[in-house]
């Protein structure tokens, strides 16, 4: 039983948790979500091309609208707030059928160059 009693207590409790730690689990995950995240700007990017070209279907965009959508939720969650406000920009473009094609295609390339830029910065901790 005190052996039981010391194992017990050199456990953390969730709330002392090293923030170190959980960085390094953020940086794992970012590590293997970074390509499926790139793979989502792409759709949003091809939805911009098809727009500028005058092709763009509403299944093309309602899937960038989805991805756009869910990047938003989910970069700020490794630390890419400003990233998380540039993909609610691009959700908002995508949205507005009214503006001029011409209009929304310059937002989205400057959005998405921009987006790009922040997601190449790395994360707290890690090393590039």
């Known amino acids: 039983m005190a052996e039981r009693a010391g194992r017990m207590k050199q456990a953390k409790p969730a ?9 390094q689990v953020l940086l794992r995950v970012w590590k293997k979500r970074k390509p ?3 793979e989502r700007i792409s759709t949003i990017e091809q939805a911009g091309l098809a727009l500028q070209a005058g092709t763009l279907t509403a299944a093309a965009l309602s899937q960038a609208l989805v991805e756009a959508h869910r990047l938003t939720g989910s970069l700020g969650t ?26 929304r295609v310059q937002q989205m390339t400057f959005l998405i160059e921009q987006l790009r830029s922040e997601l190449d910065k790395p994360l707290e901790g890690e090393i590039n």
Do not use: V, Y
């Not at 709330?15 to 960085?23: A, F, H, P, T, V």
């Not at 490794?78 to 993909?87: L, M, P, S, V, Y």
């Open 36 to 38: 499926l995240t790139l």
């Open 15 to 23: 709330s002392e948790i090293d923030r170190n730690e959980i960085q």
């Open 78 to 103: 490794f630390g890419f707030g400003k990233a998380t406000e540039i993909c609610r920009g691009l959700e908002g473009i995508l949205k507005d059928g009214s503006a001029p094609a011409a209009s």
